[in-house]
């Protein structure tokens, strides 16, 4: 059984952006309490209290977040993938999502998943949570993501649901990788801390967070979806 945490970055239709990205964290089921557990060691160490944001990465908490960077970079058990999407104003709904941003947004969801999803394996997946809404659109997104994988009875996904990030370590940690990735994208330098906590994870990669890499990456992968033109 594994648990997948998926987590979104400026994905609102009309937010000025020009990149929207997703992102799934995920490991083994098992593991959950303990590497949660882990994470909140270094919370109490460190004297941090509440949740683990991107927004919050500053330079009086570096040395924390930068702990948790290499806790998640040397833990096994743990993987990232993420799908950027550029150049978010050439996204022409009315053509190809049946006029939605909505529709867009899950076809991403699902361009982010089904690289990820095995029919031998059975998963967990919890997105954070968007709007009260969304039951109905994740029901659709399960079936769509068990038929890719010929799995007609659904028994390859337990469960998909939306949970609030406050209820998990390892949510937030994709939200903190995924920051990581539309910061260095996004060409900003403004905050030394997230800097840093950049720059630590190119060195131990050794590549930069700007590019595409191939889809036998499993640590840290990241995909570059470019809009169809209008």
Not at 79 to 89: M, P
Not at 169 to 174: A, K, N
């Amino acid at each position: 059984m594994i648990n997948i945490y998926c987590d979104e970055s400026c994905h609102l239709e009309n937010d000025r952006q020009k990149i929207m990205l997703f992102g799934a964290l995920w490991c083994p089921k098992d593991y959950v309490e303990c590497l949660s557990s882990k994470i909140e060691a270094l919370k109490i160490q460190y004297h941090t209290t509440g949740e683990m944001k991107w927004n919050k990465v500053s330079p009086a908490k570096q040395q924390f977040y930068l702990d948790v960077t290499n806790f998640f970079l040397k833990e096994d058990n743990i993987h990232f993938r993420s799908v950027v999407v550029l150049h978010k104003d050439m996204l022409n709904h009315q053509k190809f999502n049946r006029g939605s941003h909505d529709d867009f947004y899950y076809k991403m969801y699902f361009l982010l998943l089904e690289k990820i999803l095995s029919p031998k394996q059975q998963y967990n997946i919890y997105l954070d949570i968007k709007d009260s809404r969304s039951g109905t659109k994740l029901k659709v997104l399960k079936e769509i993501l068990c038929n890719d994988k010929h799995d007609f009875s659904n028994k390859m996904i337990r469960q998909l649901q939306s949970i609030r990030s406050e209820e998990s370590h390892l949510m937030q940690l994709c939200d903190l990788l995924l920051g990581a990735v539309s910061y260095r994208i996004r060409g900003l330098y403004g905050n030394k801390a997230k800097l840093a906590m950049i720059n630590y994870i190119e060195q131990y990669l050794g590549r930069e967070l700007l590019y595409q890499t191939s889809i036998e990456e499993e640590k840290f992968n990241i995909f570059l979806f470019t809009p169809q033109e209008k």
